[in-house]
């Protein structure tokens, strides 16, 4: 029971950073092309210079990592 304890802990922030990109990423993509506002990544990536498309990238990104928390948690489950 510990062993799966502390693999659940590992796994956690691959939840984390897969949620952070994924809301981010969509969510500034999705209200700059609706509303013409920039706010959390959308905003550093416009300061930046990078150009809008950078946000989906990021959006998708996201969206991977969050498959990959997904088949090591039902891995670490199975073991």
């Known amino acids: ?3 799966w304890i502390t693999a659940a802990r590992t796994q956690s922030g691959w939840w984390i950073a897969g ?4 809301v981010q990423g969509f969510g500034s993509a999705l209200t700059d ?3 013409q506002h920039s706010f959390g990544v ?3 990536s416009r300061t930046a210079g990078l150009p809008a498309w950078t946000d989906w ?4 990104f996201g969206f991977a990592l ?3 928390a ?5 891995a670490v489950e199975r073991a």
Do not use: D, Q
């Open 33 to 35: 092309a609706l509303w």
């Open 19 to 22: 949620l952070i990109l994924f």
């Open 42 to 44: 959308a905003a550093l």
């Open 66 to 68: 969050l498959i990959v």
């Open 57 to 60: 990238v990021l959006g998708a």
């Open 1 to 3: 029971m510990s062993e």
């Open 70 to 74: 997904g088949l090591r948690t039902r």
